[in-house]
């Protein structure tokens, strides 16, 4: 029980990694990979997976009070995962198609793939890692 009640709170919770296949990903090619969910202290329901790509632009803005920016260029769903018991390990493989919003000409804009875990009646994980289109 005491397992349980940690585990929605974040302590001793599943954790996520997201492996992709090749860091540079070029045009008309696929960004694929595998993410690999392990099982925290106790059996976790996972309700759905969330893969985005952010362009992460970075660099004082006038109209903006932080100097990083995060916009969304891609997004996918992987929906009902099921339950991942305690120490297991899943993989679950991914692919996604770029498109022209992944293009940018500014050095100060990088890519990123952020993966959400959403765990019902608990804290989500996330992994994040650059990627690099072109």
């Known amino acids: 029980m005491l397992k349980k009640f940690l585990s929605t709170i974040g302590i001793g919770s599943m954790k996520v990694d997201t492996v992709v296949d090749k860091r540079e990903v070029a045009h008309g090619e696929a960004l694929s990979g595998t993410i690999y969910i392990e099982g925290g202290q106790s059996e976790q329901v996972i309700e759905y997976i969330k893969l985005e790509v952010l362009k992460r632009t970075e660099g004082h803005r006038e109209d903006s009070d932080f100097d990083v920016t995060n916009t969304i260029v891609a997004k996918h769903t ?13 993989m679950v493989p991914f692919e996604l198609m770029p498109d022209e919003r992944w293009d940018s000409e500014d050095d100060n804009v990088k890519l990123f793939l952020r993966t959400s875990v959403n765990i019902l009646n608990a804290v989500d994980v996330q992994d994040e890692d650059e990627i690099i289109y072109g």
């Open 78 to 90: 992987i929906e009902m995962v099921g339950s991942v018991k305690s120490k297991e390990t899943r």
